[in-house]
């Protein structure tokens, strides 16, 4: 009996010891696994996302090829919390708050006699305490909006009205970027004789306190009309290289053009950010070709339409703060003086195919990396380079592509005609609309009568409604206006007509000749319009169980 207990202990020893190898073994791949997880992990792009998952998104990437959603056209500043450095950031004021109001109108108070109410039996606009009222008035009324700067306020056309303009910011944007406004008061006198605002004019109405021209004659100086509306902090010149000496000791990234040329906007600015990611990765200055080939599907004519200007649709002046770029036809013309006055050549290192990566140039010393795209669709694509390992180390940088500040003035005029008080639907139709095997249920479900029945379940009636569409007929949306203030995009077409500031600007980029106000431009401002409503209705969301995508996409 002794024996045959002795004879099963090696059996269970042998059994615990199976276990406990077992156990080890399950950990010790559990942590090879978790290392190779950290080892490989790619880290996310500016917008909290990988570079897989942003593609998807962003563009809906096939095939190396895109499939665009042209509802919403994104940028930099609306997708990621703007950080701008120290060297380059704008001159910034500190918002004017209830609590520098108090202390402006302390100090006013300490450094003056007491008033008598008999001297206040007429406005004066200069008087520091009408600014005052008119500030407490801005920040209870317009909840939405940043003060940054206030200029003293002038005469309007009654002696109890002032004009006044101040600089501004909406809360919904990321970004720096200043705006103005200059609206018309009416004061009156309060309890212990203080200024009150009793009524305030509408967006733009204060029109005394718009800039005016002066010309010096004859030891004179008279007054002229005001100027004609224009934004001075717009700067988007083209920068020189400067000496030949500056350009030789350059580092230079320069993409020939590849076929994303003529493509839609979205692939346009994923492959011109790889390009840049490249250029920062690299510490190299971008080449950039301005010229760009708007694609079919934004233009009436539904033709590709060439030689539309790049500061047309994005700030130039943001990108040349954040990142180094330089404009192709300057870049070219020193390269060509160079090697026209110079026996030795500047050294150049061209690359023929994508699959050359980033990591592979690291190290290299020639003043030009010159990427070539001659290969056939879809290896001419400039966001192959970005691809597989490449796209661990190339980061895009959103952050440094913003929506042109002309276009961003007008969806701010739109929005300040409205007070900043409005919502907003956003209905999609166009050929989403007409296509029933993707969309089957899209066209009912965004027709006038489902969307009254719809839109007033989240809007209440009698609000501003701003429609964001891609609809092309102007009264589809008559019904709604019985219920709601409707506002369509062409309501304010003289926002961009013969007369608007934007007509005159990019008509200077277009050497005098007019700029068309096309399909990208529309979907770029009706896309921020929709982003500053306080409540927003989305088709594929609200309106209609259908998919973005189509059938079976959700």
């Known amino acids: 009996m002794k024996e045959s207990t002795q004879g099963t202990e090696p059996i269970g020893q042998n059994l615990i010891k199976l276990i406990s190898n077992l156990c080890f073994s399950v950990f010790v791949f559990s942590v090879l696994v978790f290392t190779v997880i950290a080892i490989t992990y790619q880290p996310p792009d500016p917008w909290l996302e990988s570079a897989p998952a942003l593609t998807k998104l962003f563009t809906q990437n096939e095939n190396a090829t895109f499939k665009n959603d042209d509802s919403i056209l994104k940028t930099g500043e609306d997708m990621v919390p703007v950080v701008v450095a120290p060297s380059i950031s704008p001159s910034i004021s500190n918002p004017i708050t209830e609590l520098a109001i ?27 305490r009408a600014l005052i009222a008119i500030e ?120 020939s053009r590849g076929g994303d040329y003529c493509k839609g906007m979205n692939q346009y600015m994923w492959s011109f950010l790889c390009g840049l990611g490249e250029a920062m990765y690299l510490n190299r200055t971008l080449v950039m070709d301005f010229s760009i080939c708007l694609a079919a599907t934004y233009n009436p004519s539904n033709k590709d339409e060439e030689g539309k200007d790049f500061r047309y649709y994005f700030d130039f002046e943001h990108l040349k703060e954040a990142a180094p770029v330089v404009e192709e036809g300057e870049f070219l013309r020193d390269w060509k003086k160079w090697n026209r006055s110079h026996k030795r050549k500047v050294p150049v290192r061209k690359v023929v195919t994508h699959k050359v990566t980033p990591m592979q140039l690291k190290k290299d010393r020639s003043t030009i990396v010159w990427r070539q795209f001659d290969a056939p669709e879809p290896e001419n694509y400039w966001y192959r380079v970005c691809e597989g390992q490449a796209s661990k180390y190339i980061q895009r940088p959103w952050h440094a592509l913003w929506k042109s500040k002309r ?62 569409t891609n609809e092309p007929y102007y009264n589809y949306f008559d019904k709604l206006r019985s219920q709601y203030k409707v506002h369509l995009l062409d309501d304010y077409n003289v926002l961009w007509g013969n007369t608007s500031e934007w007509y005159n600007e990019t008509m200077q980029l277009n050497n005098n000749r007019p700029v068309e106000f096309d399909g990208y431009m529309r979907v770029a401002v009706d896309t921020e319009v929709l982003y500053r409503a306080k409540t927003k209705v989305e088709t594929f969301y609200n309106l209609t169980k259908d998919c973005k995508d189509g059938v079976n996409t959700c």
């Open 102 to 128: 108090e202390k402006s109108e302390s100090l006013i108070n300490d450094s003056s006699t007491q008033l008598n109410c008999e001297d206040l039996e007429k406005v004066n606009c200069s008087d520091p």
């Open 136 to 255: 407490r008035f801005n920040l209870k009324v317009f909840k939405s909006i940043v003060f940054l700067e206030y200029q003293t306020p002038v005469n309007g056309s009654k002696p109890d009205e002032c004009d006044v303009m101040w600089r501004f910011r909406n809360k919904k944007e990321k970004s720096w970027r200043k705006y103005r406004d200059f609206r018309r008061f009416k004061l009156t006198f309060g309890e212990n004789c203080t200024y009150e605002v009793a009524h305030a004019g509408g967006w733009h109405s204060g029109v005394n306190a718009r800039r005016f021209r002066t010309r010096i004659g004859n030891g004179t100086r008279s007054r002229l009309a005001p100027q004609p509306p224009r934004d001075d902090q717009i700067n988007d010149t083209i920068p020189s290289l400067g000496s030949e000496t500056s350009f030789r000791r350059g580092r230079y990234l320069y993409y």
């Open 407 to 468: 276009l961003m003035n007008i969806v701010t005029e739109i929005s300040g005609q409205m007070d900043w008080d409005f919502d907003a639907a956003h209905v999609v139709r166009g050929a989403k609309a007409q296509n029933k095997e993707l969309w089957p249920h899209l066209d009912y479900d965004t027709s006038p009568d489902m969307l009254i029945e719809k839109i007033k379940g989240m809007v209440r009636p009698g609000r501003h409604l701003y429609i964001a």
